[in-house]
């Protein structure tokens, strides 16, 4: 199976920003939708969503019984057309009279207040990612016998002057495991106290600290607006996300309670396209 899945949302988004065509939501594909977070926003024709969010789950995995009775988390893959995370877990969960800071705010989006066993909670669902030091750079990737070689890609004159191969009747392409690839690298960080507030989540959700298990990541795209939520009879000014849509979901598996020091994690948001070798097809097999 696949570690990450994009979806068709994403390479909507992409294809529609590409051409400079204006960016349709359609029913039943946002997440504001599913948590009833500016569901009901006009989306009007100028919008420009940026992969920066991420939202994340324990739905992504499933547990068997392997040798030795040693239970084994067994991942659960999403499809291309998934929406939406199997289980959707909130960030953090505060009293209506112990919210987030407007600093503390600032790194959480898909903010909405919910009950749990008759309690009020202010609950946000999506992380803001750290884009400051991303870098999106090309590379060469080549398999040596087996042993894959990353170089990085600088075009030359040559890229600019291509010249064509010949073809004949007799040619084929085939697949040769050389590829290219674009690379963006972009930085999940859960500092300490965002850990400890995770793991309070699911310690009032689940009743035990130790469900703080996160298998499996949305990786959104969406954009800021100004909203206001009124708590206890008080409206709150703050930075919401409409249009947030999982570009491509992540297969993983963290139990959070080990990581208490805080968790940092990369992954590739890039692309690959694969190198063709043209060849000729050998007449003695024909």
Request: charged share 10%; with cysteine; aromatic share 10%.
């Amino acid at each position: 199976m696949e570690n990450v899945q994009r979806t068709v949302y994403g390479a909507y988004i992409q294809t529609a920003k590409m051409l400079g065509q204006p960016i349709i939501y359609p029913e039943y594909t946002t997440l504001n939708e599913s948590l009833g977070i500016l569901n009901n926003y006009n989306y009007g024709t100028n919008t420009n969503p940026i992969l920066q969010y991420a939202v994340f789950g324990n739905g992504g995995a499933t547990f068997q019984q392997g040798a030795g009775g040693i239970e084994e988390p067994v991942p659960i893959q999403h499809l291309a057309t998934d929406a939406n995370l199997y289980n959707m877990l909130p960030l953090v969960l505060r009293t209506l009279d112990n919210d987030l800071t407007q600093e503390e705010m600032s790194s959480y989006r898909l903010k909405k207040i919910i009950t749990i066993n008759g309690v009020q909670y202010i609950a946000y669902y999506g992380l803001v990612l750290n884009l400051s030091n991303l870098a999106i750079n090309m590379y060469n990737v080549t398999n040596n016998n087996g042993t894959q070689i990353t170089q990085l890609f600088t075009p030359n004159i040559n890229n600019l002057n291509p010249q064509p191969q010949e073809l004949t009747s007799l040619s084929i392409n085939s697949v040769t495991g050389d590829y290219v690839n674009v690379s963006a690298l972009v930085q999940l960080i859960f500092n300490q106290q965002q850990v400890s507030d995770f793991i309070n989540a699911c310690n009032i959700l689940y009743g035990s600290q130790y469900s703080a298990i996160i298998s499996e990541i949305g990786i959104c795209s969406g954009f800021d607006v100004p909203n206001t939520i009124s708590i206890n009879g008080n409206d709150t000014s703050y930075t919401e996300a409409a249009g947030v849509q999982i570009n491509a979901f992540v297969n993983t598996f963290y139990v959070m309670y080990y990581s208490q020091n805080g968790l940092n994690v990369t992954y590739n948001v890039g692309a690959s396209e694969p190198l063709m070798l043209l060849s000729p097809v050998n007449s003695a097999s024909n």
